[in-house]
């Protein structure tokens, strides 16, 4: 079953770019990446998804890598409010794993 | 459009009773999947149900079940409760197609289980 590693905790300055790194070297050809992110006690919120190619919407950069074995989300200027647990999922979201805690500092 | 809404917000019950909670999906949405967070496991999926079909489940002892009905609403109920099934349950619709793993995930708020 497909599977994601991704770091516990990061930390980010305010304004500045904040990268997070999934690996999910299992994955299937058809499989898209997905990530999410949790505030607080809430339920997780859609970020943004890709299969194949670099992807971008208001909220989010996803970059792919050529051999789909791992990606990175780019939040291009963090704010406090971007402070939350980011989830990367493959396989429709049966595997969620125990994301990263990013921190974005003032 | 609505968003995924989810009954009760809160909840208290006992070693051994059983509990029953509820989660209406956006519209037209037929897919509704249910989730388990703790502090120390994280999101953990217990199952997925597909126009009143289970058709993915989790790594979770039969103590925990679901339904769909017609209408898409669901509903999960955990028997003999135990004090680790204490968690936020959460629930997720979306508009993926019968055999489709993708498409978003939309989020209610959640349930919160106490278990004394």
């Known amino acids: 079953d497909a599977k994601t590693t991704q770091p516990p905790s990061m930390d980010c300055a305010e304004g500045r770019a904040a990268n997070l790194p999934c690996n999910h070297s299992?994955?299937?050809?058809?499989?898209?990446v997905y990530w999410y992110r949790q505030i607080h006690s809430q339920g997780p919120q859609y970020i943004i998804h890709g299969l194949k190619n670099n992807e971008t919407n208001e909220m989010a950069s996803l970059i792919i890598t050529e051999d789909r074995k791992s990606s990175t989300l780019i939040l291009p200027h963090a704010t406090l409010r971007d402070t939350a647990v980011y989830y990367c999922?493959?396989?429709?979201?049966?595997?969620f794993g125990a994301g990263t805690r990013l921190t974005v500092k003032p | 459009k609505a968003g995924v809404t989810q009954t009760p917000r809160y909840l208290i019950k006992t070693r051994g009773q059983q509990v029953t909670l509820s989660c209406s999906p956006i519209s037209g949405h037929r897919s509704v999947s249910w989730y388990q967070q703790t502090p120390g496991q994280g999101l953990q999926f217990l199952f997925e149900?597909?126009?009143?079909?289970?058709?993915n489940k989790g790594n979770f002892p039969g103590r925990f079940s679901g339904r769909q009905f017609s209408n898409s609403r669901s509903e999960m109920n955990v028997s003999t409760l135990e004090l680790g099934d204490s968690a936020l349950y959460l629930c997720?619709?979306?508009?993926?197609?019968?055999?489709?793993?993708?498409?978003?995930?939309?989020f209610g708020s959640g349930t919160q289980l106490s278990v004394l």
């Open positions: 149900y597909f126009s009143e079909t289970q058709r």
């Open positions: 997720a619709s979306s508009n993926r197609d019968r055999g489709s793993t993708t498409g978003k995930l939309f």
């Open positions: 999922i493959v396989r429709g979201g049966m595997r």
């Open positions: 299992t994955i299937s050809g058809n499989e898209y």
